[in-house]
């Protein structure tokens, strides 16, 4: 089965940003992985263009209860109609997750992928520090032309792959 | 968008039920559905592999957290980790539900359906009485060989496909 | 601790009804068990206004995000978010489950509290037969009276208690 | 109605971090407010005991589906079986959040309650940097012993207080 990728990032349009999740959209089209995301606009939508067009299926979990909230380059859509709490349920659906940006449902999705030990690659997003002063290093940093290739090594050695 | 048809039945086996859950899931596959169920055995796996091997698409939506307690027919699995409240999602997730047998897990799936206005298909399921002795009519009765072009007509002419 | 008893029923109030849902919950208060519904209108509001007027504490879990839905008799107040599935959490949160009348929403809790093995007491609710045409006997039928005795009993008895 | 303050922090126990769970769950009982936590051990259990102990009530929404898991100062338990994603319903039920330590369950709802826009008050927690390099400043630091007069403060002049 291939593996899932989770794309990880705002609902909210913003050129640059959309432009890095289109890249690496692309990227897990064309390794014929499949893209795991919340459905909706924003990095979301930019990153299933980029999937769809590279000949990549994509899933999206969204968090109302309508399919058609859907982008329209989402094969698949679930309406989960729970709110945010779906985002538990796009880093479950994942084998690794690619965080872009730094929005508070990122930041969320981040921390449940860490709490359940899915490797997180993160291209431009939230640096996080401990109460003891110490950075938290679960978040591998990387480049958006790296992103998608580091992502399917770790999860290739780990064991939620 | 294809028509999304539940398959709603129990996960544990049986020759007679098994039966008609292939040949439902069949009929999904060749009229170009996608299945959505449960993802796991029993009903679920024989109706996802009836899909499957007529050409089809399925997506399982898992009570657990582990992807790998799909049947192996299921294209697109969502492990939710919710539990028996995946089944509200199941039924989010369909157009149309059809439903085949009569256990509790099922009556859940039926009453979640009528509940958010989905027609509900039923093949030798629960009949429900009302507590002024009325039937309840919401369920439209079929045999195995016609459920599936009921459950298409009924989403075409329904808000809901 | 003090025994859970779940009370479903519509949200929309009918005169007859109500007075049933807030006789159950004025023995539920008496009884000095805690009432758990889904803290909306009608039914449940009905049963918390009986629980609270007779000494009793009540439990809503709330299908929207706000706490404010809940109906004033609801002492603790949890805004799920979760829409409909909530229906599952009341059925978890009880010991025991009394469903007044013959509404969808009542029928897919009546479901699942057969589901998980709870005990459920009916009062002029769904009655609900198999495809072999047997009558399920899980709903233990009640007069409004003896209902909150009977649920006690079967609580008690229950290895859900 | 009381405001609701939710205690966020680990399930495993250390003896610092409890005693400081402690003190701010006293804090919370001392001021009539309803304690909401995740019904678990550690800071959970720890924040209950302070406030039961100074005659408060807590409200504890467990991630399984059996009651019995709440520790014994949960005053009324909630068994979700939602998995981690009970996080996403603590912040909810919660006017304003209390923050304890450095793991990553406390991390995603912190993130919930930033993204729900409920106020954050942080002891020994993480310390959060945008991708520009900007501090996140929607967690108010506090000491242990003004943390809760803190959270009173935010909950009052916040719209979902």
Known sequence: MAVHIGVLGS???????????ETIGSAIGRAGALLVC????????????GA??????????????????ANEWVSIAVPTGLGE????????????????????????EVAFALKSGRPVVGVETWALRR???????????STVHEAVEIALALATQD???
Do not use: F, K, Q
């Open 131 to 141: 109460p003891d002063g110490t950075e938290e290093t679960g978040i591998v940093r």
């Open 38 to 49: 919340g459905g909706l606009g924003g990095v979301m939508a930019a990153a299933c263009r």
């Open 52 to 69: 769809v067009r590279s000949g990549g299926v994509t899933l999206g979990l969204l968090p109302g209860d309508d399919r058609s909230e």
């Open 11 to 21: 609902g909210v349009s913003d050129p640059g940003r959309d432009a890095v999740a």
């Open 159 to 161: 064991p939620h792959a």
């Open 85 to 108: 709490a779906r985002n538990v349920l796009v880093v479950r659906a994942a084998d690794v997750v690619v965080a872009i940006g730094g929005e508070y449902g990122t930041l969320s």
